[in-house]
C-alpha cells in the first residue's frame, strides 16, 4: 500500500521584559502625605538638605508643603498639605425592564416555548421576580412561568473645575509631573514640576504671571532610573499525522455440481 507521513513544526518565542526603578544610594524614602497629596517629586531625595515639594492631587486645591531628608535610609520629614476637593458630582440613574415568558403544555399535544428577551448594556443592580401559573385541562397539563428582571444602572460624572482666574497647567514633558501646577493664580503664584517616579532631576519652578494664561518656566532635566531585563523563552510542538492506503483485490471461486438420476423400469 502506500504510507503518507506528515510532519509540522512550530516554534513559539516568549519575551519577559522587567523593568526596576532603583533610587540613589542613601537617599530617603517618599512621605506619606494622605491620599489626596501628591508625592512624586519626593523619590530620589538625598541627605542631608534635600527637599521636596509635596503637593495636591488633581481635583484638590491647597498650599504645598516642604519635607525635608535628614538621615540617609530615612523617610522626608514634614506636614502633609490640606487638600481640599475642587470636584462637583452628577448622577444620573437608568431603569430598564426585562420580562421573559416561557409557556410549555404538556399531554396529546407537542410542546411549544415562546421566549422573548430584551437586553439592557448595563447594570448596576437587578432584582428578579419568577411568577409560577400551572393548570390542568382535560387536554394535559399547562405551566407558564413569567420571569421579571428590573435593572438600575446608575452613571457618575464627575467634574473638576479650577478656581475662576487660575493659570492652566504647563506642558513640561512627558517625564514631568505637573500635578501640583493646577489652581495657581497670579500675579504671583508659582508651582514645582517634578519629574515622575521612574526618574531623577531637579524639579523647576513655574510662575503664573496673567489670568487665565499657562504657566510660564523650564522644564525640568529628568534621567531615567529604570533597567530592564528581558529574558527569551522557546517552545517548539512537533504534530505528526500518517495515513495509509492499501490496496486489495477479491478472488470469486465458484464451484459446480451436477447430480445424475438413474430410473429402471419393470
Do not use: H, R, W
Not at 481635583?59 to 498639605?81: D, I, K, Q, R, W
Amino acid at each position: 500500500g502506500t504510507s503518507t507521513t506528515i510532519s509540522t513544526t512550530s516554534t513559539t518565542v516568549s519575551t519577559i521584559t522587567t523593568s526596576t526603578t532603583t533610587p540613589p544610594p542613601g537617599s530617603c524614602s517618599a512621605p506619606d502625605a494622605g491620599l489626596n497629596a501628591q508625592v512624586d517629586a519626593c523619590y530620589s531625595v538625598l541627605p542631608p538638605d534635600g527637599t521636596c515639594l509635596v503637593s495636591c492631587k488633581v481635583g484638590f486645591v491647597g498650599s504645598p508643603s516642604t519635607y525635608y531628608c535628614y538621615n540617609e535610609g530615612a523617610a522626608l520629614e514634614g506636614t502633609p498639605p490640606v487638600c481640599t476637593s475642587t470636584t462637583t458630582s452628577t448622577t444620573s440613574t437608568t431603569t430598564s425592564t426585562t420580562t421573559t415568558t416561557s409557556v410549555s403544555k404538556t399531554g396529546t399535544s407537542s410542546t411549544t416555548t415562546i421566549t422573548a428577551t430584551e437586553t439592557s448594556a448595563m447594570t448596576t443592580s437587578t432584582t428578579t421576580t419568577t411568577t409560577t401559573t400551572t393548570s390542568t385541562t382535560a387536554s394535559g397539563t399547562s405551566t407558564t412561568i413569567s420571569t421579571t428582571s428590573t435593572t438600575v444602572s446608575t452613571i457618575t460624572t464627575s467634574t473638576t473645575t479650577p478656581p475662576p482666574g487660575s493659570c492652566s497647567a504647563p506642558d513640561a514633558g512627558l517625564n514631568a509631573q505637573v500635578d501640583a501646577c493646577y489652581s495657581v493664580l497670579p500675579p504671583d503664584g508659582t508651582c514645582l514640576v517634578s519629574c515622575k517616579v521612574g526618574f531623577v532631576g531637579s524639579p523647576s519652578t513655574y510662575y503664573c504671571y496673567n489670568e487665565g494664561a499657562a504657566l510660564e518656566g523650564t522644564p525640568p532635566v529628568c534621567t531615567s532610573t529604570t533597567t530592564s531585563t528581558t529574558s527569551t523563552t522557546t517552545s517548539t510542538t512537533t504534530t505528526t499525522s500518517t495515513s495509509e492506503t492499501v490496496t486489495s483485490s477479491t478472488t470469486t471461486f465458484t464451484s459446480t455440481e451436477t447430480s445424475a438420476m438413474t430410473t429402471s423400469t419393470t
